[in-house]
């Protein structure tokens, strides 16, 4: 695991340079993002071709985490997790539930920590102690000092090491090519990145004169054999429906376990973009239709008049449709764009939305139907997060959503027999009947199809 003391020590751009890195290599490589951020990954498998998945302490129990990295990490060399904010920062203060700490500890992976060693030199031992002995089973094995010249880490190194027992395993120097723009929802989107391969490249020839690769990967050796059998859904019987996935600039927010989940179901994932197809993909059963950045593209979505009514006409006709944050947005009526225009969209449901001006409901929630929906009967329960700038004049109220360890909820959420939208985006192997419930759903709607 990639760690770090806080946030923006550096985290995504060593782990996507190590990724380029051992990939130059021949290795096979899976990377896993923990917590429930989906950009990240996105970077991890566009950039550098690794299978990529979350990995989650608070959507999962520990034998969960342990089958969905046997999962995600089957035929690779190694497998490359990249940790969340700081080491033990979690969902609420005093807390390191569903922080890195407790992924590395519940699936017993060794830690590297990025820690910033600008204007440090013995302090840095303290702070490298601290983390690795603040709480049992850290498993912190080596350190890499980011924005340092060899001469200062080579310098630091003796004394952290003496200090600490943790090995220095090399430095990142302070150069441009470890710098990726950033964006109001994280960093650049991978499709973007992709632009910047050569950077990658510069990253990953760093990495390897900079830090003890070699060292790095007899660590990672030092991990156990995973238990658990790998993660995976029996099949519904019979079914083979083609489930259509928005997938394009606009809509890029998928949980690759979500994805996972719906093909071990049975399911067919057609990939498809409404920013450029003009209908949706040849026997389309249900509708996946994911976040991103909609707001971004709102002209082009809404010039692609063709696929709106597609869109609409699906939905209006019972489909089984699940919308999340900018899927769920494209559904309303109107989208406002990051200059405030306003534009029509699919028109399936009533709404509008538009910037509002800051994070809303940003985080982990619980979230419980009040009613008989696409996802199963009322009460059913489901772990999901947030992130979103944009608001809707028409959240839903179909659901109450809870923070977790916190007096604090709201409603959300549109559900219909063949219909969930909202803002939350659900992990499905928090709640593995969601995703039965869905698919069973899309199964049901092609066979009507096929009987008339």
Known sequence: MVAAPSSGSGKTVVTCALLRALARRGLACAAFKCGPDYIDPLFHRRVVGARSGNLDGFFTD???????????????????????????????????????????RDTETPVVLVVNGRGASLSLAAVIRGIAEFLPCANVRGVVLNKTSAAACAYAAPAIEKHTGVAVLGNIPADEAFSLESRHLGLVTADEVEQLSARIDKMAELVEKSVDVDRLLEIAATAPDIREEPYRLEPIAGARPIVAVARDEAFSFYYEENLRALEDLGCELAFFSPLRDSGLPRGTSALYLGGGYPELHARQLSENAPMREAVRRAVESGMPTVAECGGFLYLQRE????????????????????????????????????????????????????????????????FWAQKPRRDKGWPCMTTTPSLVAGFPHVYYPANPDVARAFASAAASFAERRRHG
């Open 62 to 104: 520990a034998p969960t985490l342990r089958a969905l990295l046997a999962r995600g990490a089957a035929g690779a060399d190694v497998a490359v997790l990249e940790g969340v904010m700081g080491f033990y920062d979690g969902m609420a203060p005093g807390v390191a539930d569903a922080s890195s700490y407790q992924v590395a």
């Open 335 to 398: 989208i406002a764009d990051s200059e405030g225009r306003r534009w029509p969209v699919a028109g399936a449901l009533e709404g509008a939305s538009e910037n509002g001006g800051r994070l809303s409901h940003f985080g982990y929630v619980e979230l419980a139907s009040q009613r008989d929906g696409l996802y199963g009967p009322r009460g059913t329960r489901i772990r999901a997060h947030e992130f979103h700038y944009w608001q809707s004049t028409c959240p839903g109220g179909d």
